[in-house]
């Protein structure tokens, strides 16, 4: 039935078929266009294919977001309601060359979150960077990894990100034209950073700021890091002892500007915003089945448990890919659940059976 003007009229015959075969292009045209809203991209122990496909998605706004389809990870990053893009995330398999001795059997990989503010640029660097300063502070004359004891992995950890911090305060900013904030402001941008060394026996987190790792085992959720919110008890004491206030202006703020009590970089918050990370070592165990590394734009609308449940349920359907697959599911359970912020999600295959 076709409707013309006031008046109504049957359409048969010929025309009645042109129609229908073009409402089913118009049909074809649109599923194809809104599948590659989300762009596999498969990568291989280099990363020259995740940062090109990271480069095209902020080029484009990140509006289509990113799929990393990979043997022993996923991961997931959408601008979401935001305009900006301002994530970033590393995936690095075998990070840091043995050394000291160390056999090729006692590598390690190196996954991170990084939620930026006020513009991309220090996630950037940090993406481009922290698994580097990382791999070189392991190899400046410490123990081998597998060897390391869980405070050296402590003074590891915080030697990196003080020299991260210090990279992007002292101008380190994005060389591609996409930076947009003004250079006067530029110590007004910042981000967060989780991140986390999986080795073969043990898993160490290092997070500054609210992004969050989670170890799903057994079923169950295991916190592997605290969030850095200025009314945290501890974080309220530390910033109250620096000389600094904690405003309650659309919830805890430093200063009422900062919705978080660490981070990488926001140089004209310092000392009040410190980039020291609190680090956890914690033992593999054959109940552990991935890791969960996320920005806010996911806790913020999904719990821990619910995290890990839609990760179980991605398993259990025995698809070789059951990473990327969780971490796009993530994702979309954040944007369906009215998630305002970016959202990136890495997922971390640890089941024993998944060797290094």
């Given at each position: 039935m076709a409707e013309v003007c006031c008046d109504s009229a049957v359409v048969v015959g010929a025309e009645a078929e042109a129609r229908a075969r073009a409402r089913a292009g118009r049909r074809r045209r649109a599923g194809v266009e809104g599948a590659g809203r989300w762009n596999a991209t498969a990568t291989a122990a280099g990363v020259a294919a995740e940062e090109a496909a990271t480069r095209k998605r902020r080029a484009s706004g990140g509006e289509a977001g990113l799929v990393v389809v990979a043997k022993r990870h996923g991961a997931a990053s959408v601008a979401g309601r935001r305009r900006e893009m301002e994530d970033a995330v590393s995936l690095r398999e075998a990070f840091a060359?043995?050394?000291?001795?160390?056999?090729?059997?006692?590598r390690c990989d190196f996954y991170g979150v990084f939620d930026g503010h006020g513009c991309s640029h220090v996630a950037d660097a940090c993406?481009?960077?922290?698994?580097?300063?990382?791999?070189?502070?392991?190899?400046?004359?410490?123990?081998?990894?597998?060897?390391?004891?869980?405070?050296?992995?402590?003074?590891?950890?915080?030697?990196?990100?003080?020299?991260?911090?210090?990279?992007?305060?002292?101008?380190?900013?994005?060389?591609?034209?996409?930076?947009?904030c003004e250079?006067?402001?530029?110590?007004?941008?910042?981000?967060?950073?989780?991140?986390?060394v999986v080795?073969?026996?043990?898993?160490?987190?290092?997070?500054?700021?609210?992004?969050?790792?989670?170890?799903?085992?057994?079923?169950?959720?295991?916190?592997?890091?605290?969030?850095?919110?200025?009314?945290?008890?501890?974080?309220?004491?530390?910033?109250e002892a620096a000389g600094g206030?904690?405003?309650?202006?659309?919830?805890?703020?430093?200063l009422g500007v900062l919705a978080m009590s660490r981070s990488i970089g926001d140089a004209y918050l310092k000392p009040y915003v410190t980039a020291v990370p609190e680090v956890t070592v914690t033992g593999r165990s054959d109940a552990d089945e991935c890791l969960i590394l996320a920005s806010d734009g996911l806790w913020d609308v999904v719990s821990n448990e619910a995290a890990c449940e839609v990760a179980q349920s991605c398993?259990?359907?025995?698809?070789?890919?059951?990473?990327?697959?969780?971490?796009a599911v993530l994702t979309k359970l954040a944007l369906a659940r009215r998630s305002s912020d970016n959202i990136s999600v890495v997922v971390v295959d640890l089941r024993r059976g998944n060797a290094l």
């Open positions: 060359a043995p050394a000291n001795g160390e056999v090729a059997a006692a993406r481009e960077r922290m698994h580097e300063l990382v791999a070189e502070e392991m190899g400046a004359g410490s123990p081998a990894a597998a060897a390391r004891e869980p405070a050296s992995w402590t003074e590891t950890m915080e030697r990196s990100f003080a020299r991260m911090d210090a990279e992007v305060i002292a101008g380190c900013r994005a060389e591609s034209g996409s930076c947009r250079g006067q402001k530029c110590d007004h941008v910042g981000s967060t950073a989780v991140v986390a080795e073969e026996s043990r898993v160490v987190v290092a997070n500054c700021g609210d992004s969050r790792a989670v170890l799903c085992r057994g079923g169950s959720p295991v916190q592997l890091s605290s969030d850095h919110k200025p009314d945290r008890p501890d974080e309220l004491e530390r910033i206030r904690v405003i309650f202006w659309e919830g805890a703020r430093v398993l259990r359907r025995g698809r070789q890919r059951w990473c990327a697959e969780a971490a």
